[in-house]
């Protein structure tokens, strides 16, 4: 019963997440057919592959064929089974398989570190960060000068470090993906999608720089190579043609240093309970993509056990979002002081999810390749979804949770 509650849930909270993003929201999306479960675009069929579509409904019809692992089993005018890919909520058991129009999935086969995997990592990078910058990485108050000067008020790689749970996956999905398909489709995309190193980035059209790919991808643009993606030639030629790049992850921060022309570091933040708070009910409660984050024995009473404060503890390195933006530190203190100079530099802008349309007004007044965001009033906004979709919660998931937030030692 949890289970199907679950998958109820689930389905209740995309179809609100769908409705509460309104027409502009929408069309933001690419679709002008307006909110809910049935407004889905025509799919882009594979040329290679009869009979099977890329990923993004309706969407990135220029960029070309997508890699074998991403094409999904479609007709032109049949909703496309999308069952294999990632869904949006990330639910332990994924609601029935529908075109979303939100367009966030995972290629075929990708399997999501567990808990244990993803705090080696972070320590590891935490580490490596250390070693090669001398200490704790810190951004130049006033930026560096690039081989490439920016032009226009645009940058030609826009590096999203991804902090969890504030509000960023929404970032992703319906600004940036926005901004790079409409760079895309009018000046033409950067790289070919099945071409190497590409085709095993698991954020296409974005570039990886998650725990999966970014040291790969990191080693690309630092040796410049292969020279048609990284080299530094090519990149002055494709920022001069208008060619964008856009990349997410929590590890991006370091990789401008390598990148030759115009780049900006972005990054969403949120309160810091709150932004806690989401992250215990999406990984521990609701067990959400695939409960990655769940101990053997967990999966096997099909529960999470722990409580706000020994989930907390349990997740180690990946509770400190400020290890993301000021890699390298010696302790927490020098840590927190080092990302605060940090968003404070000519390098980086920031959005707090609590004025999330503030931020994105600025984002849109600032550099030219997001104006898209300013043609429209900010009142149909999608904070609301922002702040809650991707929880799924079932009904006894929610009742726990509020009892939990009733119990004054927990939350003192």
């Given at each position: 019963r949890e289970r199907r509650d679950a998958r109820r849930a689930a389905s209740m909270t995309a179809d609100r997440a769908f409705a509460s993003l309104g027409e502009r929201g929408m069309a933001m999306l690419g679709s002008s057919e307006g909110a809910g479960r049935d407004a889905r675009p025509v799919p882009v069929l594979s040329k290679r592959f009869p009979g099977y579509a890329a990923p993004f409904s309706g969407r990135f019809e220029r960029i070309g064929e997508w890699p074998e692992h991403w094409l999904v089993k479609c007709s032109k005018h049949v909703v496309c089974e999308q069952s294999h890919l990632g869904a949006f909520l990330g639910s332990r058991d994924a609601p029935a398989p529908y075109a979303s129009p939100l367009g966030h999935g995972l290629p075929?086969?990708?399997?999501?570190?567990?808990?244990?995997?993803i705090n080696e990592f972070i320590s590891t990078w935490d580490s490596n960060a250390r070693q090669a910058h001398g200490g704790v990485y810190e951004l130049p108050q006033a930026g560096k000068a690039k081989m490439v000067a920016m032009a226009h008020n645009s940058a030609y790689f826009y590096?999203?470090?991804?902090?969890?749970?504030?509000?960023?996956?929404?970032?992703?999905?319906?600004?940036?993906?926005?901004?790079?398909?409409?760079?895309?489709?009018?000046?033409?995309?950067?790289?070919?999608?099945?071409?190497?190193?590409?085709?095993?980035?698991?954020?296409?059209p974005q570039v990886d720089?998650?725990?999966?790919?970014?040291?790969?991808?990191?080693?690309?643009?630092?040796?410049?190579?292969?020279?048609?993606?990284?080299?530094?030639?090519?990149?002055k030629q494709m920022y001069e043609e208008g060619k964008r790049m856009f990349g997410k992850g929590q590890f991006g921060m370091g990789l401008c240093e390598v990148i030759h022309a115009p780049c900006v570091y972005l990054t969403v933040l949120r309160d810091p309970v709150e932004r806690y708070l989401?992250?215990?009910?999406?990984?521990?409660?609701?067990?959400?993509?695939?409960?990655?984050?769940?101990?053997?024995?967990?999966k096997e009473l099909d529960r999470c056990p722990l409580d706000p404060i020994e989930f907390m503890d349990y997740l180690g390195p990946n509770l400190d979002w400020t290890i993301e933006l000021a890699p390298g530190a010696k302790n927490a203190q020098e840590r927190m002081e080092t990302a605060k100079r940090n968003l404070d530099s000519n390098c980086l802008r920031y959005l707090i999810l609590e004025k999330y349309d503030d931020g994105l007004d600025k984002l849109g007044a600032t550099y030219s390749d997001f104006f898209f965001l300013n043609?429209?009033?900010?009142?149909?906004?999608?904070?609301?979804?922002?702040?809650?979709?991707?929880?799924?919660?079932?009904?006894?998931?929610?009742?726990?949770?509020?009892?939990?937030?009733k119990n004054q030692t927990i939350v003192d």
């Open positions: 075929r086969g990708f399997v999501r570190p567990d808990q244990a995997r590096n999203f470090v991804h902090v969890p749970k504030a509000g960023g996956s929404y970032f992703s999905i319906a600004v940036l993906m926005e901004a790079l398909e409409r760079s895309g489709e009018h000046h033409g995309y950067p790289y070919k999608l099945t071409h190497e190193p590409v085709s095993h980035w698991i954020t296409l720089l998650t725990q999966t790919n970014v040291k790969e991808t990191y080693t690309h643009f630092q040796e410049g190579k292969p020279e048609g993606i990284f080299g530094p030639e090519n990149t989401s992250h215990y009910k999406y990984s521990c409660l609701a067990g959400s993509e695939g409960a990655a984050q769940w101990l053997p024995e967990w043609k429209e009033p900010a009142k149909e906004r999608h904070n609301e979804k922002a702040k809650n979709a991707g929880h799924g919660l079932s009904e006894g998931e929610q009742d726990r949770f509020d009892i939990y937030m």
